[in-house]
Each structure stands twice: as structure tokens, then as C-alpha cells.
T-cell receptor
């Protein structure tokens, strides 16, 4: 049973465009929603995270939008760059418990 | 400040041998998670440990796999009698306290031949 569902599986965006990756969850006990970026051969690195008391969080070109009633959250990458090409994972956790990860989105930004 | 250190980075084992994967968390972190990643797939939870205690091992196969996080020293993921299906990247993550940022190591890539 996939606790966190992520889409799309892969995404191709032109340089300068907006990349949007979506995630949905069922467990209303989740209260921490991070996004991780992973380059080939490397470990995942935290990109940005949100808690359900806010609907949006922005850090530079990266924005998380959170819809608590719909149990969905998304990552927006503005002005996408070739260096953003990586695999992105959403995750969710509740206090004291493991992180549940989405299946990942492979992003390719075309110059 | 050293991040999460995993070693070895690459490990080759023959079928039937034992694999020992080590993870040193960020200094001061007492929460450690192990995840397995197959090629082109996401991260699958294996086990969650705090110092000297296994908190959640629901993702760990019942046989051949074990994990520990002793009072002193790194966390160890041990796979006995490895089989080809154990070939994967194994990642360790650590947290200072629950529900805070988890830092991942670079992973150990296990190949069973």
C-alpha cells in the first residue's frame, strides 16, 4: 500500500519553464512533508519542507503548495534550469514515525 | 560538521556471504533510519532505530536482515547469506529529534554476484 502517491513519473521541461510535481496522501496523522532531490549516485538531499499549518512555503525558486483538505501537496520549480535535472521525492511523516516516500519523479530540463 | 557517513560506498559479495553496512549519523543525532532503493525506484523503509533500541522494523525482511544502533559506534545493517535480490542501494538517514529534517548519507551500493 503506497502511503504517498507521486506524479508524474517523469517530466521534461524547457529551461526557464515551471516544473510541477504532485503528491497525495491518505493518513491525516502526517504532519511533516519534505521534498528531496537526488542526483545519480548520490543520497537524497532535503530541498524544502512544509508543515500543515501553512498552505505555501517558498525558498528561492522552489515552492511547496499544501492543500490540507484535499490531502495533496506539490512542488513548483520556477525558472527551471538544466542543473535542476534530478529525481525528486516527496515524503510524509508523523511524529515519531518513519518517512514514507513517493516513487519519485525524474525531471529533465532541456537547455 | 560531518554529515551522515556510510561505508563502504560499494560492496560486492558472493551469494551466501554476509554484508555489513555501517552508518555514522550526524553528530548528536540519535534517530537512524535505513532505506533500500532499487534502480529506478523509490526509497523503501526498512528500519528505524534510536540509540540501543529498534523502534520500527516493519520494513525489514523477517529473515537474514538485522540492524543495530549501539550506544557507542555506528549503526550496522547486517544481511546474512546474501542473494542476488539483495542487490540495491542502501541509504541511512539520521535525525536530531523526531519529525525534523532527516539527513541522508551517500548510500552503500551492494552488488551480489
Amino acid at each position: 500500500q503506497q502511503q504517498v502517491k507521486q506524479s508524474p513519473q517523469s517530466l521534461i521541461v524547457q529551461k526557464g519553464g515551471i516544473s510541477i510535481i504532485n503528491c497525495a496522501y491518505e493518513n491525516t496523522a502526517f504532519d511533516y512533508f519534505p521534498w528531496y532531490q537526488q542526483f545519480p549516485g548520490k543520497g537524497p538531499a532535503l530541498l524544502i519542507a512544509i508543515r500543515p499549518d501553512v498552505s505555501e512555503k517558498k525558498e528561492g525558486r522552489f515552492t511547496i503548495s499544501f492543500n490540507k483538505s484535499a490531502k495533496q501537496f506539490s512542488l513548483h520549480i520556477m525558472d527551471s534550469q538544466p542543473g535542476d535535472s534530478a529525481t525528486y521525492f516527496c515524503a510524509a511523516s508523523s511524529t515519531g514515525n518513519q518517512f514514507y516516500f513517493g516513487t519519485g519523479t525524474s525531471l529533465t530540463v532541456i537547455p | 560538521n560531518a554529515g551522515v557517513m556510510q561505508n563502504p560506498r560499494h560492496l560486492v559479495r558472493r551469494r551466501g556471504q554476509e554484508a555489513r553496512l555501517r552508518c555514522s549519523p550526524v553528530k548528536g543525532h540519535s534517530h537512524v533510519y535505513w532505506y533500500r532503493q532499487l534502480p529506478e525506484e523509490g526509497l523503501k523503509f526498512m528500519v528505524y532505530l534510536q540509540k540501543e533500541n529498534i523502534i520500527d522494523e516493519s520494513g525489514m525482511p523477517k529473515e537474514r536482515f538485522s540492524a543495530e544502533f549501539p550506544k557507542e559506534g555506528p549503526s550496522i545493517l547486517r544481511i546474512q547469506q546474501v542473494v542476488r535480490g539483495d542487490s540495491a542501494a542502501y541509504f541511512c538517514a539520521s535525525q536530531l529529534t523526531v519529525n525534523t529534517e532527516a539527513f541522508f548519507g551517500q548510500g552503500t551500493r551492494l552488488t551480489v554476484v
